[in-house]
């Protein structure tokens, strides 16, 4: 037992556009939770490290060419080959705070002509489920003053657009606990409103058993 719980620790999912601030708000929120005494490590998906993640990788800086259903399938299957992991660290109390998750995935993707949002949610459905999935809401044209994209795939305007499209209608999906909070925000406004929610979603699943995403 730490300090502050006995139970396991959260997982804790941000998703949304990019330049939202993803990954600022995940450090942030990974510095107050341990400063807080609640254990808290981040991860991020796609995990670039792992062989799968160099794959993924490559592909993602237009270094190699795949199937867009190959490239689907691999961002799953590193999520899949984190699982064990994921499940050790949740049940030794540690809060996981993850940068994009399976909704990425499937907004991604569904957003590409000609795949259903059934067919790429399949191969992710069992994953640990979230207790809570932050979508930090920013508009394309905010996005746009945000700076240029960058010269990776999927990073253009238009496309970004289909894919918010996507994960809106993810976002109807009642069995999870989606919160919306607009990015627009100042840095710490937003991070604010990150870490009460995660609070709130740390104490509700310390006595909880882990769940199953979409299933
Ligand atoms: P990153 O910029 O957060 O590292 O993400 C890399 C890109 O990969 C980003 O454009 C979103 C995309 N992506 C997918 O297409 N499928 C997925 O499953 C994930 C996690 C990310």
């Not at 991020?44 to 270094?63: C, N, V």
């Not at 299957?77 to 109390?93: H, S, T």
């Not at 238009?158 to 069995?175: G, N, T, W, Y």
Request: with cysteine; proline share 5%; glycine share 6%.
């Amino acid at each position: 037992c730490s300090k502050m719980s006995c139970g396991r620790g959260a997982l804790i999912v941000l998703e949304g556009v990019d330049k939202a601030g993803k990954t600022t708000q995940c450090k942030k929120l990974v510095q107050a939770l341990i400063a807080s005494g609640r254990p808290a490590e981040m991860m991020r998906f796609p995990d670039r490290t792992t062989k799968i993640g160099q794959l993924i990788s490559a592909y993602l800086e237009k270094k190699s060419n795949l199937e867009d259903q190959t490239v689907h399938l691999l961002f799953s299957a590193n999520r899949w080959e984190l699982v064990p992991e994921m499940r050790e660290k949740l049940e030794r109390g540690i809060s996981l705070v993850v940068d994009r998750y399976a909704f990425s995935g499937v907004a991604f993707t569904s957003a590409k002509p000609g795949f259903s949002l059934e067919w790429c949610m399949n191969p992710d459905v069992g994953l640990p489920k979230p207790d809570l999935v932050l979508f930090l809401q920013l508009h394309p044209t905010a996005a746009s003053q945000r700076g240029q994209f960058g010269a990776e795939r999927y990073e253009t305007s238009d496309f970004q657009r289909v894919v918010m499209q996507r994960f809106e209608h993810l976002m109807k999906d009642p069995s999870l606990n989606w919160q919306v909070i607009d990015a627009a925000k100042s840095i710490e406004e937003l991070h604010a409103e990150i870490k009460t929610h995660s609070e709130t979603a740390i104490a509700m699943a310390e006595n909880q058993p882990i769940g199953e995403l979409w299933k």
